[in-house]
């Protein structure tokens, strides 16, 4: 039986952990080793946006020791992901390559919505009861140190996320000042939050019930809910006594009574507020703290990936639900995509031998489909451009930074003038692939969109040929399609160019 070890590294706001693990077809996966220390790396990041020598010289240290870890248990293949307190810095790029210098260990700065995907992921990982409570209206709360993710399930299918930046160690930092002034933290800590929670509440609560929420987090279940980690599910007036017990004491009585440090005991109040308040305004019955980390989502992506694991939870289809929910926030027309949709897999899933491109780059084609005309909520005369900004400035849950850029210049060039590498005045800064795959992308997205370009979805069926170096469409429509066959052949010039073949457009005669 062909075993693998790998290992998961996760960089966070106050601590930096590895898990090593056991893949395999048989067993799937396993945990063999689990290493903490404790690190706030977030105290400087957030306050200055800097991480001093001291600090990247106790990364160092730790990722060496990793390391050593790494030789002695065989991995073959690890991860290391650095989090919210790395995103903060200004200088990353340089932090990163010094730690590559000095402890051989590449680390990879996950996007906010990245990094909450792969803490989603890790829920997973306990597929009976993760599959079983999201059958109702759920909440995930998944609270780190820089930043609070929640994401809503209903019947099996991601609603909508939104990213906070409300994380414990931030709100610390931010209060610290002021908590030297009040006798009531608790409450200051709810007014500072309340204008987050009452838009939240007005723009993705109407008329949805949650009846369960699940709290993910490292500091939750490390020393907060250590007893009812994994399938233990607690009730709403059982977290209430928690917090009520937890609330008054001093950071000296809880480091003592949970056995951590005055300084980690400090993020517990901020963590107990944040939960409390959201539970109040979800008026959820049960709360479920897994007991998960971002390392096992980690692993799980990986176990996915190289087929050790095989889900019973569609995860691409949570992205595209989340795409589909962005798209009807912005009223784009509702028939136009489906219509265009189809015809652009149709092309996509035809040329497979030209294109060289997978199933995410055909995942990416979709989203640039469903957001190619948001723009219009903003303007009807800028629409590319509006809508080029709306997908930057909008996380999409378990999507790079650099794969939204790829979305949003494909939709950008879908109606404007392409611009070629390396003459980029106001754009995505992307590298020579990823220029690549927007041309690519933009070249479907064109076609497809011009195929449609009357909205009345005219094209009954597409039938799309690939022999040697030519690429026959075929229209079946028994409506008169003057128009989309004209806007068309525009679009042909530049497909023709992207991708070395000639394209060939028919329309089959009906009997």
């Known amino acids: 039986m062909a075993v693998t070890t790998f290992a998961a590294i996760d960089i ?10 056991e893949f395999s077809k048989k067993i799937g996966f396993r945990e063999l080793n689990d290493v903490r220390y404790r690190l706030e790396i977030g105290k400087g990041a957030y306050s200055r946006g800097r991480l001093e020598p001291e600090m990247v010289d106790d990364i160092c240290v730790i990722l060496k020791d990793f390391s050593n870890m790494m030789q002695e248990f065989g991995v073959s293949e690890y991860r ?3 989090t919210s307190a790395f995103r ?3 200088n990353p790029v340089i932090v990163q390559e010094q730690i590559y210098q000095r402890t051989g260990i590449r680390i990879e700065i996950l996007s ?7 803490g989603y992921k890790s829920i997973a990982a306990i597929e009976s009861g993760f599959k079983k409570i999201i059958q109702k209206g759920t909440a995930i709360l998944d609270v780190g140190g820089g930043n609070l993710q929640v994401s809503l399930f209903d019947k099996d299918a991601l609603v909508t996320t939104q990213s906070f930046k409300m994380g414990s160690m931030r709100i610390r930092e931010r209060l610290k000042e002021l908590e030297k002034t009040t006798t009531h933290y608790d409450q200051l800590i709810k007014e500072f939050i309340r204008n987050d929670l009452t838009a939240f509440q007005r723009l993705y609560l109407k008329d949805r019930d949650i009846k369960n929420v699940i709290l993910m987090g490292d500091f939750l279940t490390d020393t907060i809910f250590r007893e009812e980690l994994g399938d233990h599910i607690i009730t709403s007036d059982e977290f209430t006594k928690r917090y009520e017990k937890t609330i008054y004491k001093t950071e000296q009585a809880l480091a003592q009574e949970m056995d951590i440090d005055p300084e980690y005991a400090s993020l517990v109040i901020p963590t107990m507020v944040i939960c409390k308040n959201f539970l109040e305004i979800f008026q959820a019955e049960s709360v479920w703290v897994p007991g998960v980390s971002l390392l096992d989502g980690i692993a799980y992506d990986y176990g996915e990936k190289k087929k050790f694991i095989k889900s019973v939870h569609n995860f691409e289809n949570d992205i595209l639900v989340a795409s589909k929910n962005i798209a009807k926030r912005y009223s784009t027309g509702k028939d136009h995509i489906k219509g265009t949709t189809d015809i652009a897999l149709t092309i996509f899933d035809s040329m497979k ?3 060289g491109m997978g199933a995410r780059e055909r995942l990416l084609l979709q989203i640039a489909v469903q957001l190619h005309d948001c723009g219009k909520y903003i303007s009807m005369a800028d629409v590319a451009e509006c809508s080029y900004r709306i997908i930057m400035a909008t996380e999409i849950i378990g999507l790079s930074t650099e794969e939204r850029k790829v979305i949003a210049s494909a939709v950008r060039y879908n109606t404007t003038e392409f611009v070629y590498y390396g003459n980029y005045d106001d754009g995505p800064e992307i590298d020579r692939e990823r220029y690549l795959l927007v041309a690519k992308l933009t070249a479907i997205l064109r076609l497809a969109n011009a195929m449609d370009r009357s909205h009345y979805q005219k094209v009954e069926s597409l039938r799309v040929v690939l022999k040697d170096r030519e690429l026959q469409m075929i229209i079946d429509s028994s409506r008169d399609i003057s128009l989309e066959l004209g806007l068309l052949r525009d679009k042909v ?14 329309r089959k005669r009906r009997a």
Do not use: P, T
Not at 112 to 118: D, R, S
Not at 493 to 506: S, T
């Open 12 to 21: 966070g706001s106050y601590e930096i952990s590895m898990k090593i693990f």
């Open 80 to 82: 290391a992901c650095a």
């Open 88 to 90: 903060e810095i200004v």
């Open 112 to 118: 906010n919505a990245e990094q909450h995907f792969l």
């Open 353 to 355: 031998k030209v294109h």
């Open 493 to 506: 010039k530049f497909f023709e160019e992207v991708f070395g073949i000639r394209l060939v457009l028919k």
